[in-house]
């Protein structure tokens, strides 16, 4: 259950990333920029805040990664520009067009799909230490019974719960 709480964490973190039609910081959360030679989370070197629906502005710790920001940034599927004035970037966020909203709702799905993998992914190894546990004799097959049964009906529950996440999400992208 533990493990199927932080599949669910991550699920909702990675539906936060995709962007919808007001300025959001935490699209910026999967950008990764090439700061002197390693790969860098952007939110680890500068900071991201949105003074209004429409502006993201980042602020660099390092004022030398302001052209290593916005590289990363225009290289990534955001689809926005970048424009600075050597202390921040600020990014416009521009009303999502239908095609975009499409793309993003096609992200959304996929995003979706990926925790469910991850569930059952769960479920699967539950259901492989069972059977160790049946082998072993530390329980009797009907125990075992129960264990699979209530396990099934948890990663069922979950993966209802991921189906609703990402509805909501879908709904969210086609509000205009």
Known sequence: MERMEKT??????DFSTVRTGRANA???????????????PLKTIANASTPDAQTITI????????????????????????????NIIRLNV????????????????????????ALRNVRRDAMKAYEKLEKAGSFGEDEIAKLKKSME????????????????????LQKV
Do not use: C, H
């Open 94 to 117: 521009p009303p999502l067009t239908a095609e975009r909203r499409k793309e993003l709702a096609k992200l959304v799905s996929k995003l979706g799909e990926d925790g469910k993998v």
């Open 26 to 40: 935490a699209v910026l959360d999967r950008i990764e920029v090439d700061y002197y030679g390693a790969p860098t």
């Open 8 to 13: 669910m964490d991550a699920i909702a973190n």
């Open 153 to 172: 009906d948890l990663t069922a529950s979950y993966v209802k719960k991921v189906d609703e996440l990402t509805k909501a999400k879908e709904t969210e």
């Open 59 to 86: 602020q660099p710790f390092d004022k030398s990664a302001i052209k290593d920001i916005e590289r990363a940034i225009n290289e990534s599927d955001l689809g926005m520009n970048p424009s600075n004035d050597g």
